[in-house]
């Protein structure tokens, strides 16, 4: 990870992290500032296997990976899914959110993790699972911000809610936005 960092200009280890997931184009982007603090893409991992389509996780067994913002919460290095990198969902907002919609049982146990297939979770191979399990270790999770959305809509106007989704996934989707803004469009 270290010659990555450097062909991007960022200090090695990183003073922060950045994963962004687009679920649409299966990809896991990996940001770090450089030394002036401007957002600097590290690399891109394919992501091998996930649920669901556009559109929150809302339930237990939805088969949906979320959308948000998150944290990671904890790290697994003996997970059956290789290692693994678990996500604080639901976190504070998406209960409030369940709470105002009358929702229960959303879930949780939601993974960034090893090998090639996941219901609910982003699964990147186990190469990838390493490289990021010990980055993240290194930087220290609470560094780290986790950013699910639909689809890469940085320099688009947020996407329209999918048929069925909440009322307030509309502005889900304008946090989300504002969210990527620092991390500008990719070529």
Not at 77 to 82: G, V
Not at 86 to 93: S, W
Not at 153 to 182: H, I, K, M, N, V
């Amino acid at each position: 990870m270290g010659p990555r960092c450097a062909a991007a200009g960022v200090p090695y280890p990183p003073t922060e992290l950045a994963l962004l997931a687009f679920k649409r184009e299966r990809v896991l982007e990996l940001w770090a500032p450089d030394g002036n603090r401007i957002p600097r893409r590290i690399h891109v991992y394919s992501v091998l296997g996930a649920s669901g389509g556009p559109g929150p996780k809302l339930r237990e067994g939805d088969l949906q990976v979320p959308e948000g913002r998150y944290r990671i919460a904890s790290q697994n290095p003996n997970s059956a899914f290789h290692v693994s990198l678990e996500l604080d969902y639901p976190n504070a907002l998406d209960r409030v959110r369940a709470a105002s919609d009358g929702r229960r049982n959303l879930g949780g146990q939601i993974f960034i993790h090893g090998k090639a297939a996941s219901i609910g979770c982003l699964a990147i191979g186990d190469e990838a699972a390493e490289d990021l399990f010990v980055l993240v270790a290194r930087v220290g999770r609470e560094r780290v911000t986790v950013v699910i959305a639909p689809h890469d809509f940085r320099g688009r106007p947020p996407p329209l809610p999918p048929p069925g989704a909440p009322a307030w996934c509309g502005d889900l989707y304008g946090e989300l936005a504002r969210e990527l803004s620092p991390f500008g469009v990719p070529r």
